[in-house]
């Protein structure tokens, strides 16, 4: 019976060394795969030359590598680039490279669609059709951060969760994302330098502190709950004393400076 293959970047980097422990070989090897995956940016396993072609043949075996792809891209006077990527069953997001004279930004999308309709929001128009897995989310990182070497000779400096869907609604796939663009076998960017957007789902704001506090972008949009309960539908479950004190409590997580309130005018 043939062996059912699975995307081998859905495995994080210790199940990586579990998988070469119980298949009798040294869990560094797993160490290596994840720099090829994730840092190297493979996308075949011949290209990791530093195994053993036997090792090759075991993870062609059990696995696949499996990529977004890119189906437009525009690229406006400020250098701003702009691109539609299709993931399986034809879905589209959206990724956006923002240049500057000081930082090379990464804005992508971490759910096709969004469920939470807030009335300013061009994505909140459309239903949630699916969270994005974090080899996705990464993708979208990878190809942007290419676009960045390649067309303006610079490194990728930030990444901010602000394209397509709530990224605390899809929660395990965003954290695995974000581990993986703060380790230093991958990107190793720092904490400061990668912000999550949120519309203000409290309880997984609490969550993000204690599991990995990067930088808080929280969509604030009013001053008053009458307001807010128009543009931002969630601030009828949590409204906006809640969410004031779900950022305070944020901050005994993370540096005094790693919140920002977004607001509209």
Same mark, same amino acid.
């Given at each position: 019976?043939?062996?059912?293959?699975?995307?081998? %970047?859905?495995?994080?980097?210790? =199940?990586?060394? @579990?998988?070469?422990?119980?298949?009798? @070989?040294? +869990?560094?090897?797993?160490?290596?795969?994840?720099?090829?995956?994730?840092? &190297?940016?493979?996308?075949?396993?011949? *290209?990791?030359?530093?195994?053993? &072609?036997?090792?090759? *043949?075991?993870?062609?075996?059990?696995?696949?590598?499996?990529?977004?792809?890119? =189906?437009?891209?525009?690229?406006?006077?400020?250098?701003?680039?702009?691109?539609?990527?299709?993931?399986?069953?034809?879905?589209? $997001?959206?990724?956006?490279?923002?240049?500057?004279?000081?930082?090379?930004?990464?804005?992508?999308?971490? =759910?096709?669609?969004?469920?939470?309709?807030?009335?300013?929001? +061009?994505?909140?128009? #459309?239903?949630?059709? %699916?969270?994005?897995?974090?080899?996705?989310?990464?993708?979208? !990182?990878?190809? #942007?951060?290419?676009? +960045?070497? *390649?067309?303006?000779?610079?490194?990728?400096?930030?990444?901010?969760?602000?394209?397509?869907?709530?990224?605390?609604?899809?929660?395990?796939?965003?954290?695995?994302?974000?581990?993986?663009?703060?380790?230093?076998?991958?990107?190793?960017?720092?904490?400061? %330098?990668?912000?999550?957007?949120? /519309?203000? $789902?409290?309880?997984?704001? @609490?969550?993000?502190?204690?599991?990995?506090?990067?930088?808080?972008?929280? /969509?604030?949009?009013?001053?008053?709950?009458?307001?807010?309960?128009?543009? !931002?539908? #969630?601030? &009828? &479950?949590?409204?906006?004393?809640?969410?004031?004190?779900?950022?305070?409590?944020?901050?005994?997580?993370?540096? %005094?400076?790693?919140?920002?309130?977004?607001?509209?005018?």
């Amino acid at each position: 019976m043939p062996i059912e293959k699975k995307d081998i %970047r859905a495995l994080s980097k210790d =199940q990586l060394r @579990d998988f070469f422990v119980s298949n009798g @070989d040294k +869990a560094f090897r797993g160490n290596q795969v994840y720099e090829w995956l994730w840092k &190297k940016n493979a996308a075949s396993f011949d *290209e990791m030359t530093n195994l053993s &072609k036997d090792l090759r *043949e075991l993870l062609q075996t059990h696995f696949y590598i499996d990529h977004i792809q890119l =189906q437009d891209q525009q690229i406006s006077k400020d250098k701003t680039i702009k691109c539609a990527f299709t993931i399986e069953e034809g879905k589209v $997001v959206e990724g956006v490279l923002i240049p500057t004279t000081s930082r090379m930004t990464a804005c992508i999308s971490s =759910q096709v669609g969004c469920s939470l309709s807030c009335t300013f929001c +061009a994505t909140g128009r #459309l239903k949630l059709l %699916r969270n994005l897995s974090a080899g996705e989310i990464v993708d979208q !990182v990878v190809y #942007l951060k290419n676009q +960045a070497e *390649e067309r303006y000779g610079q490194n990728l400096t930030n990444i901010v969760y602000m394209g397509m869907g709530e990224p605390l609604l899809n929660y395990e796939p965003t954290i695995a994302a974000l581990k993986l663009m703060l380790d230093d076998h991958a990107y190793g960017l720092s904490r400061r %330098r990668v912000t999550v957007s949120t /519309s203000g $789902v409290v309880p997984m704001m @609490d969550k993000l502190g204690l599991d990995c506090p990067v930088a808080l972008a929280v /969509s604030l949009h009013a001053s008053n709950d009458k307001l807010r309960d128009m543009l !931002v539908p #969630l601030n &009828k &479950k949590h409204d906006l004393s809640e969410l004031i004190a779900a950022c305070k409590r944020y901050l005994a997580y993370a540096p %005094r400076d790693f919140i920002t309130l977004e607001y509209c005018m």
